[in-house]
């Protein structure tokens, strides 16, 4: 800067004061791009250094979402919870739920399983390979398994439930609806007034089955009915399987109805009435309380937000699946 400054005044003569101001100026100017330099150079590095942070802290939360429990050894009552629509991927699927299942029953300090359900139904595919697994740990541990129902049980949530040892209820909690549902929409006659054609081509007589811009052939529903009764008799049966004697069944029981909690007691749907705490104090004698419900993590939610989530919802919604709701 003193060599730029020294040039200039060799070149053009000019007054002292002159000089002087133009030295100033040029110096203030410097000083500014230096600061500013050193701005830019801070807010990367703390911006680096807040990117660090969370990744740290989404690794911690990985890891300790994995850690296995520490309360293996003291007498306790374990806890699954099973809440919001029972479906694939989600914190109420097999993938979910299978596990916690397992760490409960072979900790040693746990003396019952209690399934803390609020759940308005969902798959029957994810409550079969629920239902299945607790009757085979149930066989193999030796040890009860207890569903306590909160707001909701119904349908997906009831075919869990059903294979517990017991089933407790609020009064006013909602329990039943043993049906099978498939649902969907079709736009035909709105397409026709519309002005719209729709092109659909298939390799398959069938390939366009259940496609909401076609319309629906008698072949198709009975297609659709056969395969929506022979899962309602899958249901049935888990139900008959799990309840036994207890079930006091009437035309109305399979016909998709639900009741409240102190109804389900008298058509044998539950056993009592009764909460986590009751059943922990009173039923399985062990107060204490460890949660082994396998949740989701940070990490996880944040990839299925910005990532595979946007593409499977997009399928989700085109593709028409039996549900138990």
């Not at 990532?307 to 399928?315: E, I, N, S, T, Y």
Request: hydrophobic share 45%; with cysteine; glycine share 8%.
């Amino acid at each position: 800067m003193e060599s730029m400054l020294n040039a200039m005044e060799n070149e053009v003569p000019l007054d002292a004061k002159t000089i002087h101001w133009e030295r100033a100026a040029i110096e203030k100017l410097l000083l500014a791009e230096v600061r500013e330099r050193r701005a830019a150079r801070r807010w990367r590095m703390f911006k680096s250094l807040v990117w660090m942070l969370l990744f740290g802290a989404l690794v911690w939360a990985l890891a300790s979402d994995r850690l296995p429990s520490s309360a293996a050894s003291a007498p306790h009552t374990a806890l699954v919870s099973i809440r919001g629509e029972i479906a694939d991927k989600g914190e109420a699927s097999a993938e979910y739920v299978l596990p916690a299942l397992r760490s409960a029953l072979e900790d040693p300090g746990a003396q019952a399983l209690v399934l803390l359900i609020n759940s308005p139904g969902g798959s029957p595919v994810q409550a079969g390979l629920i239902n299945d697994e607790i009757r085979r740990l149930r066989a193999k541990h030796g040890k009860p398994i207890y569903a306590v129902v909160e707001e909701t049980c119904a349908s997906a949530a009831y075919y869990i439930a059903a294979a517990a040892d017991r089933i407790y209820v609020d009064k006013a909690s909602i329990v039943g609806s043993i049906g099978v549902l498939m649902d969907g929409f079709g736009f035909v006659d709105t397409l026709h007034k519309l002005g719209v054609e729709r092109r659909l081509l298939t390799a398959g007589a069938n390939k366009g089955f259940l496609d909401p811009f076609s319309p629906q052939s008698d072949e198709h529903k009975k297609h659709a009915q056969v395969m929506l009764d022979q899962i309602h008799q899958q249901f049935i049966s888990a139900v008959k399987q799990g309840r036994g004697e207890r079930l006091k069944a009437t035309p109305d029981t399979f016909s998709g109805l639900f009741w409240t909690g102190e109804q389900a007691i008298g058509l044998g749907l539950a056993d009592g009435l009764g909460s986590l705490d009751s059943v922990a104090r009173d039923v399985v004698k062990a107060e204490k309380l460890v949660d082994y419900t396998n949740k989701e993590n940070i990490v996880e939610r944040f990839a299925k937000r910005f990532g595979a989530a946007v593409g499977q919802g997009a399928v989700s919604a085109l593709r028409a699946a039996p549900a138990l709701r």
